[in-house]
């Protein structure tokens, strides 16, 4: 077949949807008539297919130039996704989120492993190596236990809230984001939180102030904790995305688990508002030892019965959304990715 016999029959065709494709350009085929909805679908179909034998028959010519952009933009609108609704998002914080946690509980328990594991060396140390204490724990706070103090100055909390707030989101996300170097970081970054608070445990403890202290963190140090070692574990599974791609090439492997993961994180890091919002205000306040031990296990029983049991139900059938139709069936061998 030559150039002129392959464009004769078919010029039309492409004039049409060129003219559709002109008139939809910048709104959405949602206001269509199911007629012009199918006969965009058919013109689109087979122009895509005209592209196929244009590229295998005519790779250098300027009609496969021109197919190659007329497809690229009937695309775009036939199978554009629909805009973020804010519904969307509360729909999957309130079972997405879940969902993904429980898929990938595995990393979870892994992360928070490593937690423990960090508290317990750190404990450890500050007892066996009394020769190190003051290289474990600042020497001020055994001044300040000896003056009766737990060891821990709180600032004013209108003041401490936004900076509360910031230091939270920013270890989270650094927790998280440094997944992809293999997850060795956040591995360590995990330990290490947990070494923090193994030598402050420890050396609280030793003071004898444990039940001052454990009070002062216990309303917001549940929640905050139960972050950070999530957004370790959404950190694990992008490490592990690049160690074990399996049949993916390691870009796709890791693009898949950052679909999950990026969602789960940023569900969760928003839960240290709350966190945040407790160390200011309750924390410091006068309020009971007893009654800020229940609420911090108070709202870290939310959070696990939020991811365990949120979204066990049979998930939803979407409805059927014309500009986020699946691929016509007959573009199949056609690459739509390099359409542009």
């Known amino acids: 077949m030559n150039l002129e016999a392959f464009t004769a029959g078919r010029q039309a065709r492409w004039a049409e949807l060129e003219a559709r494709t002109a008139t939809l350009t910048g709104s959405r085929l949602r206001g269509l008539r199911a007629s012009d909805v199918e006969r965009f679908a058919i013109l689109y179909r087979r122009t895509a297919s005209d592209l196929a034998i244009a590229r295998r028959d005519f790779p250098d010519q300027p009609i496969t130039e021109y197919l190659n952009s007329l497809c690229g933009r009937a695309h ?17 914080f309130a079972t997405g989120a879940p969902r993904v946690f429980r898929a ?6 892994a992360s928070l492993a490593l937690l423990l594991a960090g508290t317990l060396a750190g404990w450890l140390a500050y ?3 009394p020769d190190l204490r003051g290289l474990l724990v600042p020497n001020s706070l055994f001044a300040e236990m000896a003056q009766g103090s737990p060891g821990i100055g709180v600032p004013q909390p209108f003041l401490a809230a936004p900076s509360i707030f910031l230091h939270n989101i920013e270890v989270a996300v650094i ?3 440094l997944g992809i170097c293999a997850g060795l970081p956040t591995a360590f ?3 290490v939180q947990g070494w923090s608070l193994g030598t402050l445990g420890a050396a609280i403890h030793a003071g004898g102030y444990d039940y001052a202290f454990w009070s002062l963190i216990a309303a917001h140090g549940v929640l905050e904790l139960s972050v950070i070692v999530t957004a370790g574990a959404a950190g694990l599974r ?3 995305a690049l160690l074990r791609p399996g049949l993916r090439s390691r870009a796709d492997s890791i693009a898949h688990a950052g679909g999950d993961m990026v969602g789960l994180a940023v569900a969760t890091m928003l839960l240290l508002v709350i966190a945040g919002t407790l160390e200011a205000f309750v924390s410091p306040s ?5 009654a800020k031990i229940a609420i911090g296990l108070g709202v870290g029983a939310c959070f696990y019965a939020w991811l365990l049991l949120a979204g066990r139900g049979r998930p939803a059938v979407p409805a059927l959304d014309l500009d986020a139709a699946p691929r016509p069936p007959s573009t199949a061998g056609v690459d739509l990715a390099a359409l542009g």
Do not use: H
């Open 286 to 290: 006068g309020m009971p030892g007893a």
């Open 189 to 191: 970054l995990i330990v």
């Open 238 to 240: 992008l490490g592990d």
């Open 104 to 109: 990938n509980a595995g990393y979870f328990l």
């Open 127 to 129: 007892d066996l190596r």
């Open 175 to 177: 927790v998280f984001i």
């Open 76 to 92: 775009v609108l036939l199978n554009r996704g629909s805009p973020p609704r804010l519904r969307n998002a509360l729909r999957y």
